[in-house]
């Protein structure tokens, strides 16, 4: 499934062959002209629903927004918009068009559906709940919207409990300082990678890799030293990391990889290992849908380990406790480690670096730029990053904005952080003397995109995202002095028959 592109359909009529076998609107009465703006919306929808079956999501947003525009007194057109917008993680969009699809029609239960599912992808248990309760209220006898309700009943239940518990983070003791791997036996039937002494070796990790690749787990032992040893080495960095990348060396960043190990394995046979001589940041949001994320999170790790100056690793909004309860990276560790990892990687992740500059010149970020002007990079250097990502703020900004076409800010389509346009850009880049953005966080179909009049730059590199996609990933190398970057592209390479968000929380599956 992981190789699979898109299936070609044949094409279909264009829409001005369509529209051209309707007649012209001139010297039509009011109703007349209303009624053909209907028929026209209609043909816009079939169109948008083909483009949504073939997964082209970008496109079907395109085509409802038309049938809007031609008749927007229609619920449903709102409706598959914002479940469309759902399926590019654009939440905070589709709650709008779901919520302008119940103003429409206050009795159509898809637009709760649809409102509902994008706050439980969001984390927001008690707004779904409400939705979920009217969906029921509407359909009182759909067995499939009783089974939601009940699921979201329960993560509420849940989510109120931990509230009860929850220890204020100050309080908190430090789960990675009663650790210690030394007392942790390694059974004699054990197989698999080891690592002698203290040190992680290139040996360790290439057999570590291998087995990762044979499906087979790493014992817990040393599991937890990679852990713990990456920990220290990510404390001791500031939040803003400098590196420098001396004359005719290069330097390659990779974007989002979401627990797609198998197509990480092919960056490095493309790109080959981290190293002192062939240095790597990745990005930010290594786990997370993707199923094979404990794997990934302990490669780059124990790479880390083994030469903490050939790797760098940025945080991601999914690097955060209440993204991998959601999205399959707690399940993941529970299932293959013990409950007790849990809470170490989230004290780890929480150590990760928030952006890095390269050689002055290029800023690395995981999701954008902020909500006022006059950020310096000294600004981003003093921010306590310890701490789980907050709502609002720089550090929020950094994680979770994207660029907009259109200059100056507006709302964020993921409902957290914002959009900054081009202007905001070249202010940013001008006033700390750098020359280029380099951000990650969004799909792309080519595994990139050059925005912001060449000034900025997203790459991701989990290609055929969630097996469903079709994208391309890609990762840019650089070269010093002149740090021009040069893209790579490629294409998704098969995995076990393990399907993505296998580890995530029941509803999220439902809603998938």
């Given amino acids: 499934l992981g190789f699979l592109s898109f299936i070609h359909f044949p094409p279909k009529p264009s829409l001005s062959l369509a529209t051209s076998l309707l007649p012209c609107s001139e010297n039509m009465n009011g109703v007349e002209s209303a009624n053909l703006d209907i028929a026209r919306a209609e043909e816009r929808k079939v169109l948008a629903n083909d483009a949504f079956k073939a997964r082209k999501y970008s496109q079907a947003i395109d085509l409802y927004s038309e049938a809007i525009g031609l008749n927007s007194e229609n619920a449903v057109y709102w409706a598959n918009r914002a479940f469309a ?51 029921k209220r509407i359909c009182p006898n759909d067995p499939d919207a009783a089974k939601k309700l009940k699921e979201c009943e329960k993560a509420v239940m849940k989510l109120k409990f931990e509230e009860a518990i929850a220890v204020h ?22 197989t698999g990678a080891r690592i002698e002494g203290e040190v992680v070796t290139l040996d360790f990790v290439k057999k570590m890799m291998e087995d990762f690749k044979n499906q087979k787990c790493l014992h817990r032992r040393y599991a937890c030293q990679i852990v713990l040893q990456t920990r220290e080495i990510l404390r001791a960095l500031p939040s803003l990391v400098d590196v420098n ?14 627990g797609q190990f198998y197509d990480l394995l092919n960056i490095f046979e493309l790109n080959g290992l981290p190293s002192d001589d062939n240095p790597y940041l990745f990005n930010g949001d290594f786990v997370d849908r993707g199923s094979f994320s404990l794997e990934i ?44 990892f849990i809470e170490l990687f989230a004290e780890v992740f ?9 050689n002055g010149k290029v800023f690395v970020v995981h999701g954008g730029l902020f909500s006022v002007d006059g950020v310096k990079l000294d600004d981003i250097r003093k921010i306590d990053r310890f701490c789980e990502p907050p709502e609002e703020g720089l550090m929020c900004e950094l994680l979770w904005s994207d660029p907009q076409p259109n200059p100056g800010r507006g709302p964020s389509k993921r409902g957290v952080g914002l959009s900054f346009g081009g202007d ?22 080519e595994g990139y995109e050059i925005d912001h009049s060449g000034k900025l730059i997203t790459v991701f590199s989990a290609p055929n995202y969630c097996d469903q996609m079709g994208n391309k990933g890609a990762f840019i190398k650089f070269k010093a002095p002149d740090m021009k970057p040069n893209i790579t592209t490629f294409t998704a390479v098969p995995h076990p028959e393990v399907m993505p968000m296998a580890y995530a929380n029941n509803f999220l599956r439902m809603f998938s």
């Fill in 169 to 190: 983070d100050s309080e908190r003791l430090s789960i990675a300082d009663s650790m210690d791997f030394h007392t942790i036996e390694v059974e004699s039937q054990y």
């Fill in 350 to 358: 929480c150590c990760l670096p928030l952006a890095h500059v390269l």
């Fill in 245 to 258: 990348v001396p004359d005719g060396n290069h330097f390659t960043v990779c974007g989002d990889v979401h």
């Fill in 85 to 135: 917008h759902t399926k590019l993680e654009e939440y905070g969009s589709a709650i709008q068009d779901a919520t302008r699809a119940i103003e429409v029609d206050p009795k159509y239960s898809k637009g709760y559906y649809r409102r509902g599912a994008a706050y439980l992808a969001m984390g927001k248990f008690k707004d779904a709940l409400k939705d979920f309760q009217q969906v």
């Fill in 424 to 445: 905001v850009t070249e202010r940013f880049l001008k006033e700390n003397n750098l020359e280029l953005l380099v951000r990650s966080h969004e799909v792309k179909d």
């Fill in 297 to 340: 999170i302990l490669t780059l790790f124990a790479l880390k380990c083994m030469s903490p100056s050939g790797i760098y690793l940025a945080r991601g909004n999914h690097e955060s406790k209440n993204m991998n309860k959601i999205y399959g990276f707690e399940g993941e560790v529970k299932a293959k480690l013990s409950e007790a």
